[in-house]
């Protein structure tokens, strides 16, 4: 297909696509998925090899959250019946991360509920941070507690992070549909924040909320001109009890035209396979790794992802290789870009301008069946006494 051979070219060179050339990805046939999948998945090669970064979750701070983000399980409002619990000492968040590297994570991912961190939520973070740095050697730490506030970015970085994560979620246009407590401005302003400190950008989206095409290329877009380090790509998880329960919208192939558009529009970034794999993705999980380079292992903060070694095995399977700890992650040019200071506007080609092609939302007959028998609340790991799940 001449689309994806100058998809091809483009990624190996750095350039944005078009607009029309996103759309057209997301919207080809099923007959032409392998297709797809191969083409994206030579950019990904290129800049990542067969390499799979492991990323572990640790939540602080489970449940209660005074934001109303309708996705979420831990919203203000939420019925659902998650684990619910105040922040985990230091010893206890050590503990728990601790095994996510036992298990080949190299990253350790701090999340906390809540609209964004007090400044002495910041230094119990902090104490997290050295903590979990001081008995895992070379481990990277990603922080994610909310919006951010002046100088606590910093305070972070000082601590010993070594990047912060939020993400835009969604479109700017339909932003407003998903989430009123706050805006997408100050999604952004918090990413620009941790950038100006130097930590590294964390940054992505969640698919299947009932989003158009042209949403989806809208938020990796604006992704792509925000230029994270990494660019997680959650898919819904239809939690019972939040007012996204229903939306179950998401098909394997969907997922994965999904990855192969943000591959294609962000070539050399960390492309993350976050929350919703297990439940979306389904048995076509490892086709995805010829995608992305980047996984969680193991459980997410309020349900159960599918067991740590059976992530290992896929891995191995698919003949791909768990990337070691003294391995830089992120291409020459965009490490070094990022060597002093977090902001990388200079690491990727500019982002050119294409045509508006407008993309009708998912047709039903694509409509993926509820399958609520694949959502698990998480009962073990952190804030109980059961084992993790590494």
């Given at each position: ?72 399980s831990q919203r203000l409002g939420s019925k659902a019946e998650i684990l619910k619990y105040t922040w985990l000492k230091p010893d206890e968040a050590s503990k728990a991360a601790a095994a996510g590297v ?284 059961l084992a993790p799940n590494a």
């Open positions: 297909m001449d689309l994806l051979n100058t998809l091809v070219d483009k990624g190996l060179r750095r350039e944005l696509p078009t607009r029309e050339e996103a759309l057209a990805v997301l919207a080809s046939p099923d007959d032409d998925l392998l297709d797809v999948v191969a083409a994206a998945g030579k950019v990904r090669r290129q800049w990542f090899g067969r390499r799979v970064k492991l990323n572990y979750l640790v939540n602080l701070k489970s449940g209660l959250c005074p934001e109303d983000c309708s996705y979420c036992a298990g080949g994570a190299k990253r350790v991912c701090l999340v906390a509920s809540g609209r964004g961190p007090t400044d002495r939520d910041v230094d119990r973070v902090s104490q997290t941070i050295e903590a979990i740095k001081e008995q895992n050697e070379g481990v990277e730490v990603c922080a994610c507690l909310g919006l951010l506030s002046d100088g606590q970015a910093g305070r972070l970085r000082s601590a010993g992070a070594d990047a912060y994560n939020h993400n835009l979620n969604t479109s700017e246009g339909t932003y407003g549909d998903i989430t009123t407590t706050h805006t997408y401005a100050d999604r952004v302003e918090t990413v620009h924040q941790a950038q100006a400190a130097g930590l590294s950008a964390c940054s992505g989206l969640i698919a299947g909320m009932g989003e158009s095409d042209s949403d989806l290329v809208d938020v990796v877009f604006a992704l792509r001109e925000l230029d994270p380090d990494s660019v997680p790509v959650n898919f819904l998880i239809p939690f019972e009890g939040t007012p996204l329960a229903k939306e179950w919208n998401l098909t394997p192939q969907r997922c994965l035209r999904i990855l192969a558009m943000v591959r294609f529009v962000c070539p050399d970034v960390e492309v993350r396979l976050a929350g919703g794999r297990e439940v979306h993705l389904r048995s076509m999980q490892p086709l995805a790794l010829h995608l992305v380079n980047s996984i969680f292992l193991g459980d997410y903060l309020t349900s159960e992802g599918q067991a740590g070694q059976a992530d290992l095995d896929m891995i191995a399977d698919a003949g791909f290789e768990v990337e070691g700890a003294g391995t830089t992650t992120l291409p020459r040019h965009r490490a070094e870009a990022g060597a002093d200071c977090g902001s990388h506007s200079g690491g990727c080609a500019p982002c050119g301008e294409g045509p508006e092609a407008a993309a009708a939302p998912a047709e039903a007959s694509e409509a993926s069946v509820a399958r609520t028998d694949l959502v698990a609340v998480r009962r073990r790991g952190a804030g109980t006494d």
